[in-house]
């Protein structure tokens, strides 16, 4: 059993709010679902609200990345009884999760993650899938719903292609602001992601694919042939199967990362 955390004040430039509900909280282990022999990793443990039920579904091998250092003592005096609990004073944007897995097997990656920074960290751990089975985090219910988008929808942009180009993604429950100290001023939300084993429309140019996304969703009222003009013509897009007058909210993942292939092949023909 974990000794009772110390006292400790939010801090706004972290973006910290405290879980505290243990309802949610076993819910969240619930969803997780960790088992005994995993690599379990939770980003941002705070004063340890959902360290101490992952330490025990994971027989008390957890690795925790936390960057606040007035909360990293605490930390390890709270659960000084898990000796196999691996503490990481660093910043998880910069955080090198591959060299993390080594040669051992896939991460499971989990986290209450600060609003201010989701966004980037999701993409540093996109970056990172090869080394992650998978990965459960509590977000703003806003980036969950754009995680999760359809095309069509007013949800579905940059965010929703990049993280469903490698992953499965699945919104799983909604948390309210009560559930914290301090009350955030929005509501949250509980999202699965599960990075493709092999991506089911493959890019040729993974960083080409992801400029053509932001390009094309630069201004979202306007069409593909104007958002594209410069980059692909009207002409080539209806080659491929699309029309250009759509605008970019309505194309699938597979639609960009056609669009993308065949920059990519007129790129390497026209290399001599």
Known sequence: ????????????????????????????????????????????????????????????RLEVIELDRDLVPGLRVQFFDYPALVVHEADALTFDFRTLRGEGAPLRVVGNLPYNISTPLIAHLLEAGDAIADMHFMLQKEVVERLAAEPGGADWGRLSVMAQYRCAVDSLFRVPPEAFVPRPKVDSAIVRLTPYATLPFPARDEALLFELVRQAFGQRRKTLRNNLKGRIGAAALEALGIDSARRPQTLTVEEFVRIANHLATSQEEATP
Do not use: C, Y
């Open 1 to 60: 059993m974990a000794s009772r955390p110390p006292v400790h004040r939010a801090r706004k430039r972290f973006g910290q709010n405290f879980l505290r509900d243990p309802g949610v909280i076993a819910r969240i282990v619930r969803a997780i679902a960790p088992r005994p022999g995993e690599r379990l990793i939770e980003i941002g443990p705070g004063q340890g609200a959902l360290t101490e039920p992952l330490l025990e579904a994971a027989d008390g």
